[in-house]
C-alpha cells in the first residue's frame, strides 16, 4: 500500500462515514458534521492525488465484488492531478459548508449525499475498468442530480432544472457507455490495461471516440450540449455548485484526454480539430452569453462553458501537434490545458462559493438588484475582487498563466506543417484572444455592478456579512488562486507529469522558461513590478494632491438633486454595448414601453423597458427536438386509451405473434 | 408407470386450466386454480420420486401448501368480502370463443417447443408444451376477464405455468429459487387482494373496463 492508495482508501471511507453521519446526527449538528467530514475527506484525496502525481501508482481489482466485470482501481499521473483538484475543491466546499448548509439544507438525504458526490469524483479518475468507471459516473450523476434538488420546495424553478440536468447527463452517459462497450468488445476485455493494447481499425476508433466525445463534452458544458449547465448551476446550493463547476466539469476533460490520447494513442487530425473547434466555440459562445447575463450565478455558470473551452482548445492543439510529430508544442498544449483546469477550478471554487455568501446575505442573485455590498460584505467583496482578477486573465490573476501559456502553443503551432493546422491556429489565437477580452468586461460588470456603488434593492441594502466558517472556505481558495497565480511552477512539474509528454518548462522556481519554444513568463516579477507601480502612481497623485487646498462639495449632478441608485450603471446598461456588437450572434429581444401623459403626448410618464435574450443554439437545436417528442408522445396517447385490459392486450398479442413467427420460420 | 403418472398430472394441469376459461362462478373459478396447485404439487411430487431428491419433495410440499391452501384462501376471502357480483357476466371474448381460442393456443404451443424438447429429449421435457399452454391461457384470462378477481387467477395461472415449464426443464430449479418465486407471488397476490378491496371501496365495482380515466 502506497501513499496514493492509502489516500484514496482513507478519502472513500471518510466519505461514506461521513454520508452515515448525516443519516444519523441530530439536525443541529449534523451541517458541521457532514462539512467536517467532506472537507477531510477531500484533505485525504489530495495527497492520494499528488502521491500519484510524485509517480505511485497503484491499481487493484476485485473480480468479485460487481457481476460480470469486477471491480479495477487504479491510479496514474493523469488520474491523480483529477484526484488532487477534486480533493482540493472538497476541502473549500466541505468548509463553507458548515455554515451555508445551515440555512435550510439540514435534510437527511441532502446531507448525506454530499460527501457521496465528493466519494464518486474521487473514484471517477482512479477507476481502471470500464464497468467500475460506468458506475462510478452514474453515482456521481445521480448524486450530484440528487444535490441539485434540495432545494426543489423552495423554488419552482429547481424541478424544471433538475430535469434538463438528469435527462442531459444521462444522455451523454449512454454515448460514453456505447462507446466503451463497442471500445471493450473490440479489444476483448474491459480493463484500461486492455484497451490500451487493443488494436482498433479506423473506423471503429474514431466512432468510439466521436461517441465518447459526445457524452464528456456534455459534462463538461460544451456548446451544442451545455444547455443543462446554466440551469443546473445557479440552482444548486452554492457549495455544490462550486463542486460541480470546478470539479465535476473537469471529469468531461478527463474522459477525453483519457480515451484520446490513453487509450486510443491519439488519432487522425480531424479528431482534435473537431475537439478545438467545439472548444473555441464554447469559449467564445459561453463568455458572450455570461457577458449579457443578470443573474449572478448563471453568469459564473456561462464561464465555466468558457473556461472549459479554453481547455478543449489546449486539448486539440495538443492532438494536432501529436498527430503531426511535433511533441514538444503537443506537450506546452496540453500542459497549458491541464494548468487552466487547475486554475479554472480555483477561482471558480472562490466566485460560486462568493456568489453563495451574496446569495446567503442578500437572498438575490439578481446584479440588478445588487450593488453597494462594499461595506456591508467586506470579506465577500474582497474576495470576489480577487475571484474576479483571477478568471478574467490579465496579468497578476490565475488565469493569465495558463492562457499565456495556451496562446505560446497556438502561435508556435503556426509554422507546423499542413494547411489544416496553419488555418487552425490563427483563428484558434483570435477565439482565445476574444474570448479573454470579453472575459475581462464580464468580471468587470460582475464586481462593479455587483458589489460596489450604492445598493439598487431593499435585499442588498439589508446584506450582512456571512460566518466565519463560509469566510474560511472562501479565504482557503482565494489563497490556492494567489498561489498559482504567483507561482504557478510550484504545480507545473505535476500538471506536465499528468499530460504525459514530459515537462515543457526548464523548471526554475520563478521564472517559465518554456524548455525547446522561445517564451518566458515570470509572475511573481511582473506582480511585484506592478504593484510597485501602483503604489508609486498613488504615492505621486497623493503628492501632487495634498499642495493644493481640499474643498468639499457634493458631486455634480446636473441640479437633479442628490444622485440615487437608480442613477447608476445596472448591469443591463453595462452589458448594453457588448450586446449592441454581438446583436447577430446573440439575437436578443427588447421590449420597450412608454407611457405617455393623458395631457400631452410629449411628456413621458414611465417607460419600461424589458430584455430577453434566448439561448440562442438552444432554441435552434434544441426547440425542433423538443417538438418533435412531444409530436411522437401525442400520437402514441392514441395507443393508450386507458383500459387495462387493451394494455395487457398489446403484451399478449406481441408475445403470440413472436411465438407464431417463430414457429413459421424455423 | 412413472411416466405415465407425469402425463396424469400434466393433464390434470392442462384441464383445470380449460375449466377456469369455461366456469363463470368466480367460487368455483377458485377452486378449479385449487385443483390446478394439487395437479402441480404432484407433477413436482413425480419428478421427486423420478430423481429421488428429497429436497424435491420438500418444494412439491412447499406448492402444495401455497398453491392449493393459501393462495386459494386469500382468494376466497377476497370474494367473501365482494359480496354480489361473484359471477364473470360479461367477459370480453364470450365462452365458446375463449374455449377455441385455448385450442388454438394450445396448438401455438405445441408447434414453437420443439426446439426446447430437442435439447434434452425425456418424458419430462415432451411435456414442456403443456406448460407453455397454461401460461398463454393465464395470459388469455388476463386479457379478456372483466373482474379484478379473475384477473387475479388469470396472473397465477401464468405463474403456474411458468412454474410447470421450470420444472419440466431443469427437473430441480434449486429450492431457494422456488422458495423465492413462491414468496413473489405471495406478495403480489396480497397487494392485489388489497387493491380489489380498494377499487370495490372507491368505485363500488370491479370491473376493470370501467376505470378509463387513469391515463394520461
Request: aromatic share 6%; net charge positive.
Given at each position: 500500500?502506497?501513499?496514493?492508495?492509502?489516500?484514496?482508501?482513507?478519502?472513500?471511507?471518510?466519505?461514506?462515514?461521513?454520508?452515515?453521519?448525516?443519516?444519523?446526527?441530530?439536525?443541529?449538528?449534523?451541517?458541521?458534521?457532514?462539512?467536517?467530514?467532506?472537507?477531510?475527506?477531500?484533505?485525504?484525496?489530495?495527497?492520494?492525488?499528488?502521491?500519484?502525481?510524485?509517480?505511485?501508482?497503484?491499481?487493484?481489482?476485485?473480480?468479485?465484488?460487481?457481476?460480470?466485470?469486477?471491480?479495477?482501481?487504479?491510479?496514474?499521473?493523469?488520474?491523480?492531478?483529477?484526484?488532487?483538484?477534486?480533493?482540493?475543491?472538497?476541502?473549500?466546499?466541505?468548509?463553507?459548508?458548515?455554515?451555508?448548509?445551515?440555512?435550510?439544507?439540514?435534510?437527511?438525504?441532502?446531507?448525506?449525499?454530499?460527501?457521496?458526490?465528493?466519494?464518486?469524483?474521487?473514484?471517477?479518475?482512479?477507476?481502471?475498468?470500464?464497468?467500475?468507471?460506468?458506475?462510478?459516473?452514474?453515482?456521481?450523476?445521480?448524486?450530484?442530480?440528487?444535490?441539485?434538488?434540495?432545494?426543489?420546495?423552495?423554488?419552482?424553478?429547481?424541478?424544471?432544472?433538475?430535469?434538463?440536468?438528469?435527462?442531459?447527463?444521462?444522455?451523454?452517459?449512454?454515448?460514453?457507455?456505447?462507446?466503451?462497450?463497442?471500445?471493450?468488445?473490440?479489444?476483448?476485455?474491459?480493463?484500461?490495461?486492455?484497451?490500451?493494447?487493443?488494436?482498433?481499425?479506423?473506423?471503429?476508433?474514431?466512432?468510439?471516440?466521436?461517441?465518447?466525445?459526445?457524452?464528456?463534452?456534455?459534462?463538461?458544458?460544451?456548446?451544442?450540449?451545455?444547455?443543462?449547465?446554466?440551469?443546473?448551476?445557479?440552482?444548486?446550493?452554492?457549495?455544490?455548485?462550486?463542486?460541480?463547476?470546478?470539479?465535476?466539469?473537469?471529469?468531461?476533460?478527463?474522459?477525453?484526454?483519457?480515451?484520446?490520447?490513453?487509450?486510443?494513442?491519439?488519432?487522425?487530425?480531424?479528431?482534435?480539430?473537431?475537439?478545438?473547434?467545439?472548444?473555441?466555440?464554447?469559449?467564445?459562445?459561453?463568455?458572450?452569453?455570461?457577458?449579457?447575463?443578470?443573474?449572478?450565478?448563471?453568469?459564473?455558470?456561462?464561464?465555466?462553458?468558457?473556461?472549459?473551452?479554453?481547455?478543449?482548445?489546449?486539448?486539440?492543439?495538443?492532438?494536432?501537434?501529436?498527430?503531426?510529430?511535433?511533441?514538444?508544442?503537443?506537450?506546452?498544449?496540453?500542459?497549458?490545458?491541464?494548468?487552466?483546469?487547475?486554475?479554472?477550478?480555483?477561482?471558480?471554487?472562490?466566485?460560486?462559493?462568493?456568489?453563495?455568501?451574496?446569495?446567503?446575505?442578500?437572498?438575490?442573485?439578481?446584479?440588478?438588484?445588487?450593488?453597494?455590498?462594499?461595506?456591508?460584505?467586506?470579506?465577500?467583496?474582497?474576495?470576489?475582487?480577487?475571484?474576479?482578477?483571477?478568471?478574467?486573465?490579465?496579468?497578476?490573476?490565475?488565469?493569465?498563466?495558463?492562457?499565456?501559456?495556451?496562446?505560446?502553443?497556438?502561435?508556435?503551432?503556426?509554422?507546423?506543417?499542413?494547411?489544416?493546422?496553419?488555418?487552425?491556429?490563427?483563428?484558434?489565437?483570435?477565439?482565445?484572444?476574444?474570448?479573454?477580452?470579453?472575459?475581462?468586461?464580464?468580471?468587470?460588470?460582475?464586481?462593479?455592478?455587483?458589489?460596489?456603488?450604492?445598493?439598487?434593492?431593499?435585499?442588498?441594502?439589508?446584506?450582512?456579512?456571512?460566518?466565519?466558517?463560509?469566510?474560511?472556505?472562501?479565504?482557503?481558495?482565494?489563497?490556492?488562486?494567489?498561489?498559482?497565480?504567483?507561482?504557478?511552477?510550484?504545480?507545473?512539474?505535476?500538471?506536465?507529469?499528468?499530460?504525459?509528454?514530459?515537462?515543457?518548462?526548464?523548471?526554475?522556481?520563478?521564472?517559465?522558461?518554456?524548455?525547446?519554444?522561445?517564451?518566458?513568463?515570470?509572475?511573481?516579477?511582473?506582480?511585484?513590478?506592478?504593484?510597485?507601480?501602483?503604489?508609486?502612481?498613488?504615492?505621486?497623485?497623493?503628492?501632487?494632491?495634498?499642495?493644493?487646498?481640499?474643498?468639499?462639495?457634493?458631486?455634480?449632478?446636473?441640479?437633479?438633486?442628490?444622485?440615487?441608485?437608480?442613477?447608476?450603471?445596472?448591469?443591463?446598461?453595462?452589458?448594453?454595448?457588448?450586446?449592441?456588437?454581438?446583436?447577430?450572434?446573440?439575437?436578443?429581444?427588447?421590449?420597450?414601453?412608454?407611457?405617455?401623459?393623458?395631457?400631452?403626448?410629449?411628456?413621458?410618464?414611465?417607460?419600461?423597458?424589458?430584455?430577453?435574450?434566448?439561448?440562442?443554439?438552444?432554441?435552434?437545436?434544441?426547440?425542433?427536438?423538443?417538438?418533435?417528442?412531444?409530436?411522437?408522445?401525442?400520437?402514441?396517447?392514441?395507443?393508450?386509451?386507458?383500459?387495462?385490459?387493451?394494455?395487457?392486450?398489446?403484451?399478449?398479442?406481441?408475445?403470440?405473434?413472436?411465438?407464431?413467427?417463430?414457429?413459421?420460420?424455423? | 408407470?412413472?411416466?405415465?403418472?407425469?402425463?396424469?398430472?400434466?393433464?390434470?394441469?392442462?384441464?383445470?386450466?380449460?375449466?377456469?376459461?369455461?366456469?363463470?362462478?368466480?367460487?368455483?373459478?377458485?377452486?378449479?386454480?385449487?385443483?390446478?396447485?394439487?395437479?402441480?404439487?404432484?407433477?413436482?411430487?413425480?419428478?421427486?420420486?423420478?430423481?429421488?431428491?428429497?429436497?424435491?419433495?420438500?418444494?412439491?410440499?412447499?406448492?402444495?401448501?401455497?398453491?392449493?391452501?393459501?393462495?386459494?384462501?386469500?382468494?376466497?376471502?377476497?370474494?367473501?368480502?365482494?359480496?354480489?357480483?361473484?359471477?364473470?357476466?360479461?367477459?370480453?371474448?364470450?365462452?365458446?370463443?375463449?374455449?377455441?381460442?385455448?385450442?388454438?393456443?394450445?396448438?401455438?404451443?405445441?408447434?414453437?417447443?420443439?426446439?426446447?424438447?430437442?435439447?434434452?429429449?425425456?418424458?419430462?421435457?415432451?411435456?414442456?408444451?403443456?406448460?407453455?399452454?397454461?401460461?398463454?391461457?393465464?395470459?388469455?384470462?388476463?386479457?379478456?376477464?372483466?373482474?379484478?378477481?379473475?384477473?387475479?387467477?388469470?396472473?397465477?395461472?401464468?405463474?403456474?405455468?411458468?412454474?410447470?415449464?421450470?420444472?419440466?426443464?431443469?427437473?430441480?430449479?434449486?429450492?431457494?429459487?422456488?422458495?423465492?418465486?413462491?414468496?413473489?407471488?405471495?406478495?403480489?397476490v396480497l397487494v392485489l387482494q388489497i387493491l380489489t378491496t380498494r377499487i370495490r371501496e372507491t368505485f363500488g365495482d370491479t370491473d376493470l373496463d370501467e376505470l378509463r380515466e387513469l391515463h394520461d
Amino acid at each position: 500500500m502506497n501513499l496514493a492508495a492509502t489516500g484514496l482508501g482513507v478519502a472513500g471511507t471518510l466519505g461514506v462515514v461521513s454520508a452515515l453521519a448525516g443519516l444519523v446526527v441530530p439536525r443541529g449538528a449534523r451541517a458541521a458534521v457532514v462539512g467536517t467530514g467532506t472537507a477531510l475527506t477531500g484533505a485525504a484525496g489530495v495527497p492520494a492525488g499528488v502521491a500519484a502525481l510524485a509517480g505511485q501508482s497503484f491499481s487493484v481489482t476485485w473480480p468479485g465484488l460487481l457481476p460480470l466485470s469486477g471491480v479495477a482501481f487504479g491510479l496514474d499521473t493523469l488520474g491523480g492531478l483529477f484526484v488532487a483538484v477534486t480533493g482540493g475543491v472538497a476541502i473549500a466546499a466541505g468548509i463553507y459548508g458548515i455554515g451555508y448548509a445551515r440555512h435550510g439544507l439540514q435534510a437527511r438525504a441532502t446531507q448525506a449525499v454530499f460527501p457521496l458526490f465528493v466519494v464518486a469524483m474521487l473514484l471517477v479518475p482512479a477507476s481502471a475498468s470500464v464497468g467500475t468507471f460506468a458506475v462510478c459516473w452514474e453515482l456521481m450523476a445521480a448524486t450530484s442530480l440528487l444535490l441539485v434538488l434540495a432545494e426543489h420546495r423552495r423554488r419552482p424553478e429547481v424541478a424544471s432544472a433538475g430535469r434538463w440536468y438528469a435527462v442531459m447527463t444521462h444522455l451523454g452517459f449512454v454515448t460514453v457507455l456505447i462507446g466503451l462497450v463497442v471500445f471493450a468488445a473490440h479489444a476483448g476485455g474491459d480493463s484500461f490495461a486492455a484497451l490500451r493494447s487493443a488494436h482498433l481499425s479506423g473506423a471503429t476508433a474514431a466512432a468510439v471516440f466521436v461517441l465518447t466525445l459526445a457524452g464528456f463534452a456534455s459534462k463538461a458544458g460544451i456548446l451544442p450540449l451545455h444547455a443543462w449547465l446554466p440551469r443546473a448551476h445557479p440552482e444548486a446550493p452554492s457549495h455544490v455548485s462550486a463542486l460541480m463547476s470546478a470539479a465535476m466539469v473537469n471529469l468531461g476533460v478527463y474522459g477525453i484526454v483519457r480515451v484520446g490520447f490513453d487509450l486510443l494513442h491519439g488519432g487522425p487530425r480531424w479528431w482534435w480539430l473537431l475537439v478545438l473547434a467545439l472548444g473555441a466555440a464554447s469559449a467564445v459562445y459561453g463568455i458572450l452569453q455570461a457577458a449579457i447575463n443578470n443573474d449572478l450565478k448563471r453568469l459564473l455558470g456561462y464561464s465555466t462553458t468558457e473556461n472549459l473551452g479554453l481547455v478543449l482548445v489546449g486539448v486539440g492543439a495538443a492532438g494536432l501537434f501529436a498527430a503531426s510529430g511535433q511533441r514538444v508544442l503537443a506537450g506546452v498544449a496540453l500542459a497549458a490545458a491541464l494548468l487552466h483546469v487547475v486554475n479554472h477550478a480555483a477561482f471558480k471554487t472562490l466566485l460560486f462559493l462568493a456568489a453563495g455568501s451574496v446569495l446567503h446575505g442578500t437572498g438575490t442573485r439578481d446584479l440588478d438588484h445588487l450593488g453597494g455590498l462594499r461595506r456591508s460584505m467586506p470579506v465577500t467583496t474582497g474576495l470576489f475582487g480577487l475571484g474576479a482578477l483571477a478568471a478574467s486573465a490579465l496579468p497578476p490573476g490565475t488565469a493569465f498563466v495558463s492562457e499565456w501559456l495556451l496562446l505560446q502553443a497556438l502561435i508556435h503551432g503556426l509554422p507546423a506543417a499542413g494547411v489544416a493546422t496553419a488555418v487552425a491556429m490563427p483563428l484558434a489565437v483570435a477565439a482565445v484572444a476574444l474570448t479573454a477580452g470579453l472575459a475581462v468586461a464580464t468580471f468587470v460588470k460582475a464586481f462593479g455592478v455587483g458589489f460596489l456603488a450604492k445598493p439598487r434593492g431593499t435585499g442588498a441594502a439589508q446584506a450582512h456579512e456571512s460566518p466565519p466558517s463560509m469566510l474560511a472556505g472562501m479565504g482557503l481558495a482565494a489563497v490556492a488562486c494567489g498561489v498559482l497565480a504567483v507561482l504557478p511552477a510550484t504545480v507545473l512539474p505535476g500538471v506536465a507529469a499528468a499530460s504525459g509528454f514530459g515537462d515543457p518548462t526548464t523548471g526554475e522556481a520563478v521564472t517559465l522558461r518554456l524548455a525547446d519554444v522561445a517564451g518566458t513568463l515570470s509572475p511573481l516579477v511582473l506582480v511585484l513590478a506592478l504593484v510597485a507601480g501602483a503604489v508609486i502612481t498613488l504615492a505621486l497623485v497623493r503628492g501632487l494632491l495634498a499642495r493644493r487646498a481640499r474643498r468639499e462639495a457634493r458631486l455634480w449632478d446636473c441640479g437633479a438633486g442628490p444622485m440615487s441608485a437608480r442613477m447608476e450603471y445596472t448591469a443591463t446598461s453595462f452589458a448594453e454595448p457588448v450586446q449592441r456588437v454581438f446583436d447577430d450572434v446573440v439575437r436578443p429581444e427588447t421590449d420597450v414601453d412608454v407611457d405617455h401623459h393623458d395631457e400631452s403626448r410629449y411628456l413621458v410618464q414611465a417607460v419600461a423597458y424589458r430584455r430577453r435574450v434566448p439561448d440562442r443554439v438552444e432554441r435552434r437545436l434544441y426547440e425542433p427536438v423538443l417538438a418533435a417528442a412531444r409530436a411522437w408522445g401525442s400520437a402514441g396517447r392514441s395507443l393508450a386509451n386507458g383500459s387495462v385490459h387493451r394494455y395487457l392486450g398489446y403484451g399478449f398479442y406481441t408475445v403470440c405473434g413472436v411465438l407464431i413467427l417463430l414457429a413459421v420460420t424455423r | 408407470m412413472n411416466v405415465q403418472l407425469l402425463d396424469l398430472a400434466c393433464g390434470a394441469l392442462l384441464l383445470t386450466a380449460v375449466l377456469i376459461l369455461w366456469r363463470r362462478e368466480l367460487a368455483v373459478i377458485i377452486r378449479v386454480f385449487a385443483l390446478q396447485g394439487v395437479a402441480l404439487a404432484a407433477l413436482v411430487a413425480v419428478l421427486a420420486a423420478g430423481e429421488g431428491a428429497p429436497e424435491l419433495w420438500g418444494v412439491a410440499a412447499g406448492i402444495l401448501v401455497l398453491r392449493a391452501g393459501v393462495l386459494p384462501w386469500l382468494l376466497r376471502r377476497a370474494l367473501a368480502r365482494g359480496g354480489a357480483a361473484a359471477r364473470e357476466t360479461r367477459p370480453l371474448v364470450n365462452v365458446a370463443a375463449s374455449l377455441l381460442t385455448a385450442a388454438v393456443l394450445t396448438l401455438l404451443a405445441y408447434a414453437v417447443s420443439p426446439p426446447l424438447v430437442a435439447l434434452a429429449p425425456s418424458p419430462a421435457t415432451q411435456a414442456i408444451p403443456v406448460g407453455m399452454t397454461v401460461v398463454l391461457i393465464g395470459f388469455f384470462v388476463l386479457v379478456t376477464r372483466r373482474r379484478a378477481l379473475s384477473q387475479l387467477v388469470g396472473f397465477l395461472l401464468l405463474d403456474n405455468g411458468i412454474t410447470a415449464v421450470g420444472f419440466l426443464t431443469t427437473t430441480s430449479v434449486g429450492l431457494l429459487v422456488e422458495a423465492g418465486i413462491s414468496l413473489d407471488v405471495l406478495l403480489a397476490v396480497l397487494v392485489l387482494q388489497i387493491l380489489t378491496t380498494r377499487i370495490r371501496e372507491t368505485f363500488g365495482d370491479t370491473d376493470l373496463d370501467e376505470l378509463r380515466e387513469l391515463h394520461d
